[in-house]
C-alpha cells in the first residue's frame, strides 16, 4: 500500500502547454513537499505546502487538506521543465510518491 | 551559500567492502536527511537528525547500515558490510526549521557494489 499516490506516471506535453500533476495521501500530514529532479540526479524542492496555495514563476502549487489531495501546475511549459517531480509528504515520517516523469516537446 | 555538499559522488567497491559517505549540511540547517534511491523502490528516507540528534531512523535498512552526525557541520552514513543490494543513490540533505521546511538536497552519492 503506497501512502503516496501521484498521477500521472509519465506525462509527455508540447511546449507551452499547461500541465497538471496531481498527489493524493492518506496519512495526516503537516506539510507536502513537491521535489524536482533533473537528468543526471540533482533534486530541488520546489514548494512545501501546508495549506492553500503557492505560485513561484510558471509553477503553482494547492493543496486540499480535507481531501488530502495536492496538484502542481506548469503554465507555460517549456522544454527545460523536463523533469521527474516528486510528492513528498511529513507526518510522523517522510512519504514519497514515486514520481511524475514529464517530458516537455518543443 | 556552496549548498549541501557530499562526497564521494561515485563509489564502486566489492562486496563486503566498509562505504562511508559522508555530508556537510549548509551552515546554520539544524536538520539533515539521509535518503536512498533506487528504481525499484524510489525515494526513500533512512535516517534524520535535529540539532545533531537522530530522530528518527525507522528507514535504515538494518543493522549494516549505521549515521551519525558528530556536530553540527558534518554527518556520515556508513554501510558495513556492503552488499550489491545496496547500489543506489544516496542524497543527504538539509533543513533550517525543525521538521518538514524547505529542503535542500545534495548532488547525491552514486554507490555501486560488485
Known amino acids: 500500500k503506497n501512502e503516496v499516490e501521484q498521477s500521472p506516471q509519465n506525462l509527455t506535453a508540447q511546449e507551452g502547454e499547461f500541465i497538471t500533476i496531481n498527489c493524493s495521501y492518506s496519512?495526516?500530514?503537516?506539510?507536502l513537499h513537491w521535489l524536482q529532479q533533473h537528468p543526471g540526479g540533482g533534486i530541488v524542492s520546489l514548494f512545501m505546502?501546508?495549506?492553500g496555495k503557492k505560485k513561484h514563476g510558471r509553477l503553482i502549487a494547492t493543496i486540499n487538506i480535507q481531501e488530502k489531495h495536492s496538484s502542481l501546475h506548469i503554465t507555460a511549459s517549456h522544454p527545460r521543465d523536463s523533469a521527474v517531480y516528486i510528492c513528498?509528504?511529513?507526518?510522523?515520517?517522510?512519504?514519497f510518491g514515486t514520481g511524475t516523469s514529464l517530458t516537455v516537446i518543443p | 551559500d556552496a549548498g549541501v555538499i557530499q562526497s564521494p559522488r561515485h563509489e564502486v567497491t566489492e562486496m563486503g567492502q566498509e562505504v562511508t559517505l559522508r555530508c556537510k549540511p549548509i551552515?546554520?540547517?539544524?536538520?539533515l536527511f539521509w535518503y536512498r534511491q533506487t528504481m525499484m523502490r524510489g525515494l526513500e528516507l533512512l535516517i534524520y537528525?535535529?540539532?545533531?540528534?537522530?530522530?528518527?531512523d525507522s528507514g535504515m535498512p538494518e543493522d549494516r547500515f549505521s549515521a551519525k552526525m558528530p556536530n553540527a557541520s558534518f554527518s556520515t552514513l556508513k554501510i558495513q558490510p556492503s552488499e550489491p543490494r545496496d547500489s543506489a543513490v544516496y542524497f543527504c540533505?538539509?533543513?533550517?526549521?525543525?521538521?518538514?521546511?524547505?529542503?535542500?538536497f545534495g548532488e547525491g552519492s552514486w554507490l555501486t557494489v560488485v
Open positions: 540533505a538539509s533543513s533550517s526549521r525543525t521538521g518538514p521546511d524547505t529542503i535542500y
Open positions: 496519512v495526516g500530514i503537516s506539510a
Open positions: 505546502l501546508s495549506s
Open positions: 513528498a509528504v511529513f507526518g510522523n515520517q517522510f512519504y
Open positions: 551552515s546554520g540547517h539544524n536538520s
Open positions: 537528525f535535529n540539532n545533531n540528534v537522530p530522530i528518527d
